[in-house]
């Protein structure tokens, strides 16, 4: 072989390296943008049900506070208020329904949930309907008021396991599930 034959073996042989190296970044590269963008979306998801989970509790509260002062009050702008509240929760939950279908586990904690909300929602609307034939005496306030406390905190707690439940998954990067 003669020096120019050696020459050009010898930048060809580098070359091919060079385009293998390039191709192999490239490849590498590429997987790992595949990586980042499916945890990007991963992390959107979870703070998206995070979020909703945050305003359904904010809004049942809020339902809670308004359905207090109509007992204390009989003044019906608490009730507008209050239906409100119980409409945003509504569409909350239907959110959620959405952002959890892909996921039983957070699905059945939706249900429970769904029937935890309704449950409170009907107790509220038999209060409504007996306070609106007249001021009931105190004790009979106190004693809704603390039992619908009670259905409001089971509500709470369904939520805190919802978001736990969340968090867990976010943190072991269960995509099958979220």
């Known amino acids: 072989m ?3 034959n050696i020459i050009k073996a010898r930048f060809a042989t580098i070359w091919i390296a ?3 190296i390039t191709s192999a970044s490239l490849y590498f590269l590429n997987k790992q943008n595949e990586i980042v963008t499916e945890q990007s979306a991963l992390v959107a998801h979870a703070h998206e049900v ?11 509260l809020r339902a809670e506070s308004n359905i207090r002062a109509y007992l204390l009050t009989l003044d019906d702008r608490f009730l507008q208020e209050r ?7 509504q569409d909350g939950i239907s959110q959620l329904d959405v952002l959890t279908q892909d996921n039983s586990e957070q699905g059945q904690n939706l249900r429970v949930l ?6 409170r929602l009907d107790y509220s609307k038999q209060m409504i309907v007996g306070h609106a034939k007249g001021k ?6 106190s004693e809704q008021v603390r039992t619908s406390f009670e259905m409001t905190s089971k ?4 939520i805190k396991l919802m978001t736990e439940e969340e968090k867990r998954e976010y943190r072991t990067g269960d995509t099958a599930k979220t």
């Open 18 to 20: 060079t385009a293998a």
């Open 114 to 119: 769904r029937s935890l909300m309704q449950q």
């Open 136 to 141: 009931k005496p105190p004790s009979v306030v």
């Open 2 to 4: 003669t020096g120019v």
């Open 155 to 158: 509500i709470d707690a369904q």
């Open 83 to 89: 239906q409100k509240a119980v409409l945003t929760v």
């Open 50 to 60: 995070l979020k909703s989970l945050q305003e359904v509790r904010g809004n049942n």
